[in-house]
């Protein structure tokens, strides 16, 4: 859970409207390091040199988001949590990110592509608009690689609760943030499309 907080506070970041080119930087970083080794230090707890990079990728992500901060997915995280205390704050971003993304992706093009290629390198030799459409893809892929593919069902938020945390998400600033800025409605889907 907190290894994919680590992947979110990089990510969210790096699409943040108050983005720059050192926080770029950064959150490629630590992107690359948390998908080679956020799964290798689940397979294998002991390898030091996993821990370590991922030691490495947490403090490239604070970096991060000290310096843009962080958007959509972490508001509704934040609501969701406030709601459910018993969903860890990494479980509820994950729960959500496959559909932030597939809400999100084409109003920042040219970096959800930059993180699909990072995911997968075949997607060096396509177009952005195929690269961050994938990206979408590879999300999915990777939750499922290190265990993160829930829903909301599954963690037992109550569904009756879906319409007060996306009341909640809007009290947050996170979502005026995002590329693509979220109504409460547009929230409420998102949350009725991760709780199955």
């Given at each position: 859970?907190?290894?994919?907080?680590v992947f979110?506070h990089?990510?969210?970041?790096?699409i943040?409207?108050?983005a720059?080119?050192?926080?770029?930087?950064?959150a490629?970083?630590?992107?690359?390091?948390v998908?080679k080794?956020?799964?290798?230090t689940l397979?294998?707890?002991?390898n030091?040199?996993?821990r370590i990079?991922?030691?490495?990728?947490?403090?490239?992500?604070g970096?991060c988001?000290?310096n843009?901060?962080?958007?959509?997915?972490?508001?509704?995280?934040?609501?969701i949590?406030g709601h459910?205390p018993n969903?860890m704050?990494?479980?509820?971003?994950?729960?959500?990110?496959p559909?932030?993304?597939r809400?999100?992706y084409?109003?920042?093009?040219?970096?959800?592509?930059?993180?699909?290629?990072?995911?997968n390198?075949?997607?060096e030799?396509?177009?952005?608009?195929?690269?961050?459409?994938k990206?979408?893809?590879?999300?999915?892929?990777?939750?499922k690689?290190?265990?993160?593919s829930?829903?909301l069902?599954?963690?037992?938020?109550?569904?009756?609760e879906l319409?007060?945390?996306a009341d909640?998400t809007?009290?947050?600033?996170?979502?005026?943030?995002?590329?693509?800025?979220?109504?409460?409605?547009e929230?409420y889907?998102?949350?009725k499309r991760?709780?199955?």
């Amino acid at each position: 859970s907190t290894g994919f907080d680590v992947f979110a506070h990089a990510f969210e970041s790096y699409i943040h409207k108050n983005a720059s080119v050192y926080t770029d930087m950064h959150a490629r970083e630590a992107i690359k390091r948390v998908t080679k080794y956020l799964p290798l230090t689940l397979e294998d707890r002991t390898n030091k040199e996993a821990r370590i990079e991922m030691a490495w990728a947490d403090t490239l992500a604070g970096l991060c988001i000290a310096n843009a901060g962080t958007t959509l997915p972490h508001g509704i995280g934040m609501a969701i949590g406030g709601h459910t205390p018993n969903v860890m704050h990494g479980e509820a971003l994950a729960i959500v990110y496959p559909e932030f993304m597939r809400y999100t992706y084409k109003s920042a093009l040219k970096k959800f592509a930059d993180i699909g290629r990072i995911f997968n390198c075949e997607l060096e030799d396509v177009s952005n608009e195929e690269a961050a459409e994938k990206s979408c893809e590879e999300i999915d892929k990777f939750l499922k690689k290190i265990g993160m593919s829930l829903t909301l069902k599954e963690l037992r938020v109550p569904e009756e609760e879906l319409s007060a945390i996306a009341d909640d998400t809007q009290k947050l600033p996170d979502y005026t943030v995002n590329p693509r800025i979220a109504t409460r409605d547009e929230i409420y889907k998102i949350l009725k499309r991760s709780y199955n």
